[in-house]
């Protein structure tokens, strides 16, 4: 559904939507108790696991991004771990990533006469993205289990701040 969405709104929408986005998600971080203090896990509801999930899921296929942004303050404000946060939620943007790649390649298939493209999908983007996050990941799983916890949530909010400020001067 929102990988639909994306297609019926303006480039300029999205990209508003997406910076909304981000100063929601580093608001709540900031802002709101228990992202930058630990305390003992808890369970996650059935609704916020399933509504939440589809809500996540329609917000991350509409903007482009990885659910994860908006998982990782969930689970944190739930007590948990950095490194937990970050483990579970990067495998949940896979069938985020999937269910939005295979919308965009369908609805935008010969809708761009310039070679290259999958429907809506740079071929040279993807691979751009393949190889920098394989990067990042062989750099992080050697890097952050060093981190305290407080460093690793503070880093995690100045990252977000960093790709905000990108959208914000693109």
């Not at 062989?138 to 100045?158: C, E, G, N, T």
Request: aromatic share 8%; charged share 10%; hydrophobic share 55%.
């Amino acid at each position: 559904m929102g990988s639909c969405l994306a297609g019926v709104f303006s480039e300029n929408i999205v990209r508003a939507l997406f910076i909304l986005y981000m100063l929601v998600t580093i608001g709540d971080c900031l802002l709101r108790k228990g992202f930058f203090s630990c305390s003992s896990p808890r369970r996650l509801s059935l609704s916020v696991v399933t509504g939440g999930g589809v809500i996540i899921g329609m917000i991350a296929a509409l903007l482009g991004v990885g659910g994860s942004v908006m998982t990782v303050p969930l689970l944190r404000r739930h007590g948990y771990a950095m490194g937990e946060c970050i483990s579970a939620s990067n495998p949940l943007s896979l069938p985020v990533a999937l269910c939005g790649a295979v919308t965009y390649a369908v609805i935008g298939w010969q809708n761009i006469p310039v070679s290259g493209f999958l429907g809506f999908i740079s071929l040279k983007i993807l691979g751009l993205l393949v190889v920098t996050g394989w990067a990042g990941i062989v750099f992080s799983r050697r890097v952050i289990p060093a981190l305290p916890d407080i460093w690793h949530a503070r880093i995690y909010v100045i990252l977000l701040c960093l790709v905000l400020l990108a959208m914000l001067l693109q």
